[in-house]
């Protein structure tokens, strides 16, 4: 019997499936999940095999190419999150199984040009300047890749005179699809392959001069007290040898060489030291119980709420230690590896030689290993960012997703993503338990908690050893300024600094900033320039700073010269940044060791470790920097947290900003006073009054979900509704906004034709970034009960679609 495969084709903006039958030598080679080439148009890509179907969709089918790694490259489980995730996320299914497939494994076909030797007689020909110039290349240097000719032809299009001269004879051209351009990497090891007594007795025929007998003797002698392969690198740094030394003892038959295969392990570099394992806490202990029986039935997956230090991380390691007991393996999502150091070490001491990394900024060579460990089930536990969630795992029996509310768990990028929707569908796919942790969990999250809806409730609501969280000190800026203090520091911060400093303990300055667009307001009452149609604050462009733009409505006046409400001549553009801090804080306290830590001191690879491990060796007095700062840190040192301006983040356009203000002011608060040193906040305002700042002083989590929650109602955002948002980009300003305004008439349309008076649209509106990189943004929003499923199937090419989007931005 002939049986066909369903493929999805490696062209990132097809959204269909394609049909294929397999030729003879391929048959009961090919199962789902294999990655194979397809012959596609007039060109050969890849695709994977999603299943193998009796009866193809259409009459006429292409056989399959070939078989382009023996081992599926996806597990049946992956296929279906990515069926769930393109049908979620209204994503191309191609681009969703792209993200899925390691870099470098998924290549795109290429075409290889060649001077016909059979051609006509091409002296009569009149020949235009690029097709000379292309007919030259080739003769100088034989075949070439498409890619290659590139290089050649900057900003010159010779696809089509390629095309010219392949049509009429002159070249010849083939398809092909380069081979992944990873490849495990091998050393060279060494092993004494003779008993012992014997290489005794060779010792003293093993050379000539003194020097080299003393070398190959050391070699052996090693090698001897050595019972497996080793590095040939240890044995030169023990003894002082060299390769051609290794040879002659191998000629001598005394050891055996070996091309050894090793995994590209970027934690090799850490040597963790086993701990024992606490006993847990009452609350640990009643939340680990309730996912302890999820392992045996399927349940829900778990919110776990509970303040920073309160032991989250504990309740992660046994559940993972669970899930390998039954022979399964365990995924960990953190938001950013770098940044999380402590939680990662926790894991190796706890599964030494069973975790596998995967970061950003990994070498493709590291990532291909750790995926292809991780397909073989040698890693038990995989440690990362929202793609480690794509680990191809045989048999994933537990996710946990630590600081659920974090930014970085959302891809802000086609295709558009949430990790922690697609964390909690995977483990419903197959049965695996989620726990998504946090101090702050998002308010959607924790309402579904609330209502048992999807997910389920479990509270660890004090620190371990009943250590305090720091005290919270609100600081009234408009009065410093009163007061006569016109710097970026009162005088409570500078004291309580001064204190820390004295004592020979650490702070941490954090600078809330976001973005390059400032808001406008007066220095001293505070008052903030706002829409008078929509009351959306207004905001100031770099670009344009004398113009202010509500990003709601549309709406534009200029800069303002005074406060319409005190008549103060200090209104002004906020925006501050940590270079700025340093400098004042060098002149304050000139003694001061400061480390600045943003994202411009941190383009290296290992910066953020740098920083951080300069920072805990207590090389530094004072930490200053940005978002980073928030996320799960544990510096024990720490004992004052200095957030120097808490407003910014306050004021954008979007009805999720309050929520991301109170998280990182909650998040950077939970840095102080995680040791017995105990520990304080000082947060500065010039709105003191803001419900944000009042209820993340307090670390008072449900007094701001409850007033969140109405605003939320009242506005019918999400978890009340949910939102689909469609951006579209264009160079011309005017095509951008046509284009939105064309697109909202077809969705009026599509509302009223399928009666969907639940759903509303927002907009079209510019976006708040409303010109980007030269690119203009235009933006609407669909507000319902199920906007997705208005716009799923329908055509919106050129649309940027995201589903449940984080920001309105
Ligand atoms: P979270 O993840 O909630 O921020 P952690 O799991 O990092 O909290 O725990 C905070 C600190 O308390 C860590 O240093 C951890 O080793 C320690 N800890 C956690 N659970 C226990 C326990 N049951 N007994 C003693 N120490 C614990
Ligand atoms: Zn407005
Ligand atoms: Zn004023």
């Not at 081979?179 to 025929?205: D, G, H, I, N, Y």
């Amino acid at each position: 019997m002939i049986s066909f495969a369903r493929i999805s084709v490696n062209v990132p903006t097809l959204t269909g499936v394609f049909d294929y039958h397999l030729p003879p030598n391929l048959e009961g080679k090919i199962s789902a999940g294999h990655l194979v080439t397809v012959p596609f148009g007039r060109q050969t890509v890849q695709g994977v095999i999603l299943e193998l179907v009796p009866i193809p969709a259409v009459a006429e089918t292409k056989a399959v190419i070939s078989l382009l790694d023996p081992l599926p490259v996806l597990t049946a489980a992956q296929i279906k999150l990515a069926y769930w995730m393109a049908d979620h996320f209204l994503a191309p299914l191609a681009a969703v199984i792209g993200m899925m497939l390691p870099v470098g494994l998924s290549q795109q076909a290429d075409v290889r040009y060649t001077i016909n030797v059979q051609r006509p007689a091409i002296d009569s020909h009149q020949f235009s300047a690029t097709q000379s110039r292309l007919l030259n290349l080739l003769k100088e240097k034989g075949t070439l890749r498409g890619r290659q000719i590139d290089r050649h032809f900057k900003n010159v299009d010779w696809h089509r005179t390629a095309q010219y001269l392949v049509r009429d004879g002159i070249l010849t051209s083939q398809s092909f699809l380069p081979a992944p351009s990873v490849r495990p990497k091998f050393v060279r090891t060494a092993q004494l392959s003779v008993s012992p007594e014997v290489a005794e007795a060779a010792m003293p025929s093993l050379g000539k001069t003194a020097d080299t007998l003393k070398r190959r003797q050391d070699a052996l002698r090693f090698l001897m007290r050595e019972p497996s392969d080793v590095n040939v690198s240890w044995v030169y740094a023990e003894s002082g040898c060299s390769l051609a030394d290794l040879q002659e003892l191998a000629e001598k038959e005394l050891i055996v060489l070996r091309e050894t295969e090793i995994w590209r392990d970027p934690l090799l570099k850490l040597d963790p030291a086993a701990t024992i394992e606490p006993a847990l806490t009452m609350d640990q202990d009643k939340a680990w119980k309730q996912i302890a029986v999820s392992f045996q039935e399927p349940a829900q997956p778990f919110l776990l709420h509970g303040v920073t230090g309160s032991g989250k991380t504990e309740i992660y390691i046994r559940a993972a230690q669970e899930a390998i007991r039954r022979g399964k393996q365990a995924i960990i999502l953190v938001p950013e590896i770098a940044l999380t150091p402590q939680t990662v070490h926790r894991f190796l001491e706890r599964f030494p030689g069973q975790v596998g990394l995967v970061h950003s900024k990994l070498s493709d060579g590291e990532r291909y290993d750790t995926w292809r460990r991780a397909r073989l089930g040698q890693l038990k536990v995989i440690i990362g960012p929202r793609s480690a969630l794509f680990s191809p795992l045989p048999d994933v029996g537990f996710i946990a997703v630590d600081e659920c509310h974090d930014g970085s768990y959302y891809q802000p990028e086609p295709p558009f993503y949430s990790a922690v929707s697609a964390a909690m569908a995977y483990t419903s796919l197959c049965g695996a338990v989620c726990v998504l942790g946090s101090a702050t969990p998002p308010i959607v999250l924790r309402q579904q908690a609330e209502t048992g809806e999807n997910l389920r409730l479990l509270e660890l609501p004090e620190r371990i050893a009943r250590r305090k969280l720091p005290s919270v000190r609100v600081v009234d800026m408009r009065a410093e300024l009163k007061s006569g203090n016109l710097g970026i520091f009162s005088r409570p911060l500078l004291d309580t600094l001064d204190d820390v400093l004295k004592r020979g303990q650490q702070a941490i300055l954090f600078l809330n900033r976001r973005g390059t667009a400032t808001y406008i307001f007066c220095r001293e009452c505070g008052y903030v320039a706002r829409c008078p149609n929509c009351d959306t604050p207004l905001t100031q462009h770099m670009e344009s700073a004398s113009v202010l733009t509500c990003h709601r409505c549309g709406y534009q006046r200029r800069m303002l010269v005074k406060c319409p409400e005190c008549h103060s001549p200090h209104i002004r553009a906020y925006g501050l940044g940590s270079e700025k801090v340093e400098t004042e804080i060098q002149t304050l306290f000139p003694s001061a060791r400061t480390l600045r830590w943003d994202w411009d001191t941190t383009r290296h690879k290992d910066s953020h470790e740098i920083i951080l491990s300069h920072f805990v060796a207590h090389r530094a007095d004072i930490l200053i920097g940005t978002q980073m700062l928030a996320k799960g840190l544990d510096l024990p040192l720490v004992t004052l947290v200095g957030i120097v301006l808490a407003d910014v983040g306050l004021t954008f356009p979007d009805p999720f900003a309050a929520e991301r203000t109170f998280d990182l002011l909650t998040q950077v608060s939970g840095r102080a006073g995680r040791s017995s040193l105990g520990g304080q906040v000082v947060m500065q305002t010039f709105q003191p009054e803001s419900y944000i700042i009042q209820t993340a002083s307090r670390h008072d989590y449900s007094a701001f979900y409850n007033r969140e929650l109405n605003e939320r109602r009242k506005l019918g955002y999400p978890p009340f509704n949910r939102l689909v948002r469609l951006e579209i980009r264009d160079q011309d300003a005017s095509r951008a906004e046509a284009g939105a305004r064309a697109m909202v008439a077809k969705i009026t349309n599509w509302i009223e034709v399928e009666g969907r008076r639940e759903t509303t649209v927002i907009g079209p509106v510019p976006c708040f970034y409303a010109k980007m990189g030269g690119v203009y943004r235009w933006q609407i929003i669909l507000r319902g009960p199920e906007p997705a499923s208005l716009v799923r199937d329908k055509n919106l090419a050129g649309w940027r679609v995201e589903v449940d989007p984080v920001s309105l931005l």
